[in-house]
């Protein structure tokens, strides 16, 4: 009697990861994906997922996958994390899916329930949105649509990635965490009321919830050592920085270190500076730069864009806000990160020595 013939492996009509149906010319394609699972064990997406973080496995969902969220992602790869997130476009997304991660493509101002029904699978949660100048963080406008969805689910952290600029203009002193914080500009307000929200879903879920006041951030492709690589005229945002006498930063890897420090960390809706030791005015790295160009290749560099600015900075009158000095001693003391970059001179000298061609 001759077998039957084995019946088309079909998948639920909302699973996010598969077609209803898979022909074998689509079995091909799905074995070079995640949902090969799905084909040798006949099941649903959603059903690994639950699976994996039962066992214990780590799982991040970034919202927003940009330059930090991308290079932290990579370094939680190496870690064996299943790592998700979400990006604007289609040809990001299909970078970023080279990179192993789970990428949707996703509007935050018109969530697709789908993709957030996706998240309520994993353990972490990163969030590195900004907000939008109309409806302030496009995420919390739905933030019902957030509790139904991630109430009951896996999650048991939540970063929310924010800037030192919701502190304001304080006259050059130092700041930390207690420090009132009194934004000037519209989108520093935007910031700190995205803040406050995000630490309040968190202590709704009952997660560990964290904000990363981040100083300006640099590393390999975004430092000043590109900026006069590019040599385009600078924008007015970055020639009011050039005369600011001090401006907190921090190298990405460091980032990275601070965020998988705070998955360990016992304390709950807590807030963080991370930034480097050396709140250094932008003059002086952009000079540091140079040097370091003119060292590798000499007499390439000698007159750009920016060069040009810091001739004639001490012509210049305009009063700048966002004065302040920006305190890391919490983020070291219940942290426990010990900076690879305390100083943007070791952050730029490492930048270089990974360039070999220009």
């Known amino acids: 009697m001759a077998a039957a013939s084995p019946a088309p492996v079909r998948f639920p009509a909302t699973c996010h990861h598969c077609p209803k149906e898979a022909s074998p010319r689509l079995i091909r394609y799905l074995r070079t994906k995640r949902c090969q699972l799905l084909v040798r064990a006949g099941r649903h997406a959603d059903e690994v997922d639950s699976d994996e973080s039962k066992s214990g496995r780590c799982r991040m969902f970034v919202?927003?996958?940009?330059?930090?969220?991308?290079?932290?992602?990579?370094?939680?790869?190496?870690?064996?994390?299943?790592?998700?997130?979400?990006c604007m476009n289609i040809e990001k997304k299909k970078k970023l899916e080279q990179c192993g991660f789970d990428m949707y493509q996703f509007d935050a101002t018109d969530p697709d329930p789908g993709t957030l029904s996706c998240i309520k699978g994993h353990t972490h949660l990163l969030v590195s949105i900004p907000p939008d100048?109309?409806?302030?963080?496009?995420?919390?406008?739905?933030?019902?649509?957030?509790r139904s969805s991630l109430m009951d689910g896996n999650l048991k952290w939540l970063g929310y990635l924010s800037t030192t600029s919701v502190y304001g203009d304080c006259g050059g002193a130092w700041v930390d965490e207690n420090y009132p914080a009194s934004p000037s500009s519209e989108s520093a307000k935007l910031r700190l009321a995205a803040e406050e929200g995000w630490l309040r879903l968190g202590r709704d879920l009952k997660v560990s919830s964290h904000v990363f006041r981040l100083g300006g951030i640099y590393g390999p492709g975004r430092s000043a050592i590109d900026t006069i690589l590019k040599d385009t005229e600078l924008s007015g945002s970055q020639r009011k920085r050039m005369s600011k006498q001090y401006t907190s930063r921090v190298h990405v890897s460091d980032i990275c270190q601070a965020l998988k420090a705070s998955h360990q960390s016992s304390t709950s809706s807590t807030i963080y500076n991370i930034v480097d030791d050396d709140p250094a005015p932008r003059r002086e790295v952009l000079a540091f730069a140079r040097k370091l160009l003119n060292q590798k290749w000499p007499d390439r560099f000698k007159k750009t864009a920016s060069s040009e600015l810091e001739e004639h900075e001490d012509a210049m009158d305009e009063v700048v806000r966002g004065e302040k000095r920006v305190s890391n001693a919490r983020m070291k003391r219940e942290l426990g990160v010990k900076l690879l970059h305390p100083s943007y001179r070791s952050g730029l000298e490492n930048i270089i020595n990974q360039m070999n061609t220009l």
Do not use: N
């Open 63 to 86: 919202l927003g996958m940009g330059y930090v969220g991308r290079i932290f992602a990579q370094e939680l790869q190496k870690d064996d994390w299943t790592l998700s997130g979400t």
């Open 133 to 146: 100048k109309h409806c302030g963080d496009p995420m919390l406008a739905h933030e019902e649509l957030w």
